[in-house]
């Protein structure tokens, strides 16, 4: 590898490289490093993790104090509802152009969900994802329908 930070900031996993004798050459060291370079290199990336960590839990605390929120900035609440609102608005829409055709179907007879997923797919027609009816879907579409008109 180019440098052996790189490997590893941890010691004693290098360490344990070299006593299990896993053969490694660091470019930098070049490849007569013996194991003191070895250690003593580690040893400094090792103490350069720490100083990087010491420097992002300041930076981060700094910009806390100031005010600014940390973390993923995206809304994920407001992200999770509209794209909620988004699936609903899509089997409502869904469930309308259906709905007519599932009717069309009990008129004929058909009354139980099974015979009605039976039914759509006999006539090919497919599920909002583009798959087979089975009575779930079915009964999900009749609930659309259910709930449209306790609203109305």
């Known amino acids: 590898m180019a440098k052996l930070d790189r490997l590893s900031r941890d010691v004693a996993f290098i360490s344990g490289l070299m006593v299990q004798r896993v053969p490694f050459i660091v470019a930098e060291l070049g490849a007569d490093a013996d194991p003191f370079m070895l250690h003593l290199y580690a040893a400094l990336a ?8 010491d420097r992002t839990k300041a930076a981060l605390a700094s910009r806390k104090t100031t005010g600014m929120k940390l973390g993923n900035p995206t809304n994920t609440a407001e992200a999770a509802a509209k794209g909620r609102k988004i699936s609903i608005d899509e089997a409502d829409r869904f469930a309308q152009t259906v709905l007519p055709i599932i009717a069309s179907i009990q008129r004929s007879g058909v009354t139980s969900l099974r015979g009605l997923a039976i039914a759509l797919n006999n006539r090919g027609v497919r599920t909002a994802r583009n798959g087979r009816w089975q009575v779930s879907n079915v009964r999900n579409v009749l609930a659309r329908q259910f709930v449209a008109k306790l609203l109305l």
Request: glycine share 0%; proline share 0%; net charge positive.
């Open 46 to 53: 090792e103490k350069e993790r720490r100083l990087i960590s």
